[in-house]
């Protein structure tokens, strides 16, 4: 005998071998046992053989008439095998009778379960709605149907227009658009990205990763809401100085400029000048509003996205010809020792006499005519008076660097800036340490440096960025003064780039407020001691700097494949930078080259291209040939391989740490880049502060592996 039965929801037919009781023990057709209760048994039957049954009663449902069988099933409960009886009209076999069973349960819209071989048919209402349901859903598939062969086909269904980026960004997976792409995508055997650009949708991978940017950070665009004329808000005195910026040429964000008096006794008063936009905009305006939200200009080879509205950027920035407001640190300078004697901060009005742009002046302002006080530039006598001062105090934060267990800082000797024009671009070097570089860097260090102290001493908050010298996340931004190891300086607060970070434009707030109301400073200043707000700002912040910083990385990277690609190179020549990684010489980027094998820091390879992906930014690379290989004295190797050794101890050590340092924003991206707008619009001088120079020993690994060390000056006196 067998049976038809119902097990965990599934029909099944098999032959019984035994019975006992209420239980039969069956055998299924592909050998299995299985016990089944009385209950679940719904048909017996002698023929035809359980396998032979459940193939014809599956075609034999098919061809029920569901609507039929609705009309003739009453609006009763009802036993399917009472149904058969009146569907077939005659006394229905077995076969007739599964066919019925799997018919009806198959069906859930037009029948609901009751029981064991029991059911009811839904409501007329219901089952118009889920019918209609039901050709919705239908549709939609045929629809998206078209879509994934149009998709596949390489052309982008008019419905996606407008769409692309949330696709991709921020999709809703439950929409047939998304559904069609991440299945055609899969049928072509491409990511989703790759698909849309392949389809015209997006116009570039380089189109692919600036609107991949914007969605995420800038979700409503980078334009600006209409905003008032802004100026300062009080009549300020006039300097008696005529102060210069040094930039690149492409600079709008004129943060800086620096003035030199010359005195009688062996003095000179050096003014750094920093553009005073805190004079115009006040806390919770709607300026700072927007300023708080972006936090950061966001540079990329090419383009920037400016932090603050172009008219506040106009009235503030340290524009040439006319008088500017500005946030003055003046240095009594000691210029037969180089020490400075005394400082005071003003806020004023600085006549800006030139912007001298270092695209034109690096050929002319060398170290030999500077110390044979030649040329003909604007300033030639302040810069030649600035050079040893440098030279002075980049010497004087090298010696606490040793002290404080570092090598001297070692740079690249050479920056890059890209220049775009459409999809063409093009990557020039710039020698780096360039005498106007370290002027204008050891002078925004020695500014932001004095700045913390003075913050400090006046017991009012401000933004600081502290490290130490080895370990991991060891380059936080706080609240409080504290050292900078990397720099060789007692405590750091920017305040030299208030145009175009927010940070600084805090810190000059709370100068501001010094300057104007001296010990009464910490009552009335923006952001009061243990200020929520305050620290608010620095989290933010540092997340959001990391971010756009990693953006500005990414389209480097992007810029220098696309260089790759369009000078044709199928080989390179890199520099062994630690390991498996590699920098390109012509070029600023690294990456690893896997099975690379052992070579010394320095090593010259020749390298052969195998792949270059854009979408991924990602290249692929293969050694053909060792160049060269520099050699490496015992005492350097020591002297490395101790540092190395010290860092991975103060690793160590702060891992265990790790739980009671949770609550602080800690990171270290920052200060390993080099300055933001270097290679994108303008060399480092274009910041006052020099990033790379802040950075110490924090640097990205590599980036100290050329000694370009700056000749201290005679006086400099340590």
Not at 602 to 623: A, Q
């Amino acid at each position: 005998m067998n049976v038809f039965f119902e097990e965990s929801g599934n029909f099944k037919a098999g032959t019984v071998l035994s019975r006992t009781g209420d239980a039969l023990q069956v055998e299924l057709p592909g050998g299995r046992r299985a016990k089944v209760k009385s209950r679940d048994v719904l048909v017996e039957f002698e023929a035809p053989a359980a396998a032979e049954l459940m193939l014809r009663a599956d075609a034999a449902a098919q061809g029920i008439d569901l609507d039929f069988l609705w009309e003739v099933a009453g609006a009763d409960e009802f036993n399917f095998a009472t149904l058969a009886d009146e569907y077939y009209g005659a006394k229905p076999g077995a076969v007739e009778r599964a066919a019925l069973a799997l018919r009806i349960h198959g069906a859930p819209v037009f029948f609901r379960r009751k029981g064991r071989g029991n059911y009811q048919r839904a409501p007329e209402e219901q089952l118009k709605a889920a019918l209609a349901a039901l050709e919705r859903k239908a549709e939609l598939a045929r629809v998206q149907a078209g879509y994934v062969d149009a998709l596949v086909a390489g052309t982008l269904p008019e419905a996606f227009h407008g769409k692309v980026m949330d696709l991709l960004v921020r999709p809703d997976k439950n929409t047939i658009e998304f559904k069609a792409l991440e299945a055609a995508a899969a049928a072509r055997g491409m990511t989703a990205a790759q698909l849309v650009i392949a389809c015209g949708g997006i116009e570039s991978p380089r189109a692919w990763h600036q609107m991949r940017f914007i969605a995420e950070f800038f979700p409503a665009g980078t334009g600006f809401p209409p905003v008032s004329p802004v100026s300062p808000v009080d009549e300020l005195p006039d300097a008696d100085v005529e102060a210069f910026s040094i930039d690149d040429i492409t600079t709008t964000e004129i943060d800086d400029a620096i003035s030199v008096e010359h005195l009688p006794e062996n003095r000179m008063r050096v003014g750094i000048h920093i553009a005073a936009p805190s004079l115009g905009i006040v806390t919770g305006d709607p300026i700072d509003e927007i300023a708080r939200g972006r936090l950061s200009t966001v540079y990329m080879p090419g383009d920037k996205i400016t932090m603050l509205p172009s008219p506040v950027v106009e009235a503030f920035t340290l524009q040439e010809g006319g008088h500017r407001p500005a946030v003055s640190l003046y240095l009594i300078v000691d210029t037969t020792t180089y020490e400075v004697v005394t400082s005071e901060t003003r806020v004023e009005k600085v006549f800006i006499k030139h912007n001298l742009r270092t695209n034109l002046l690096d050929p002319i302002v060398t170290v030999e005519s500077l110390a044979a006080n030649e040329g003909d530039y604007p300033h030639r006598a302040d810069i030649v008076a600035l050079w040893p001062l440098a030279q002075a105090l980049h010497e004087k934060r090298q010696q606490t660097r040793i002290a404080n267990g570092l090598r001297r800082e070692m740079q690249r000797s050479a920056d890059f800036n890209f220049y775009i024009d459409g999809e063409h671009v093009d990557i020039q070097q710039r020698r780096r340490g360039a005498p106007l570089d370290l002027i204008v860097a050891e002078l925004a260090i020695l500014a932001n440096s004095t700045w913390g102290a003075f913050l400090a001493e006046y017991g009012v908050p401000g933004i600081y960025r502290a490290q130490r010298a080895f370990g991991p996340n060891r380059t936080r931004m706080q609240t409080s003064p504290a050292p900078h190891e990397g720099l060789g300086v007692a405590q750091y607060a920017w305040s030299t780039s208030p145009l175009r970070r927010y940070v600084d434009l805090v810190n000059q707030w709370q100068l501001v407020a010094i300057v104007r109301h001296g010990v009464a400073a910490k009552m009335v200043a923006p952001f009061k001691p243990k200020d929520a707000d305050l620290y608010a700002i620095v989290q933010g912040f540092d997340e959001t700097y990391a971010a756009y910083a990693e953006h500005q990385h990414k389209m480097e990277r992007f810029w220098c494949l696309r260089w790759l690609k369009q000078e044709a190179r199928t080989q390179a020549v890199a520099q062994v930078v630690k390991g498996d990684m590699v920098r390109f010489e012509e070029i600023p980027l690294q990456l690893i080259v896997p099975g690379l094998g052992v070579h010394a820091r320095g090593t010259r390879l020749l390298l052969d291209i195998v792949g270059i992906d854009e979408l991924n930014v990602d290249l692929s690379c293969r050694l053909l040939q060792v160049l060269d290989a520099p050699v490496v004295s015992a005492e350097d190797a020591a002297a490395e391989a101790a540092e190395t050794a010290a860092e991975t101890a103060a690793e160590a050590a702060e891992t265990a740490e790790a739980p009671q340092m949770a609550d602080t924003a800690e990171t270290d991206t920052a200060d390993a880049l080099v300055d933001p707008r270097a290679p994108a619009l303008a060399p480092a001088a274009e910041d006052i502060e020099i990033a790379d120079a802040e950075a110490g020993s924090d640097a990205p690994a590599g980036a100290a592996d050329v000694t370009e060390p700056v000749p201290p000056h005679p006086a400099a006196g340590v």
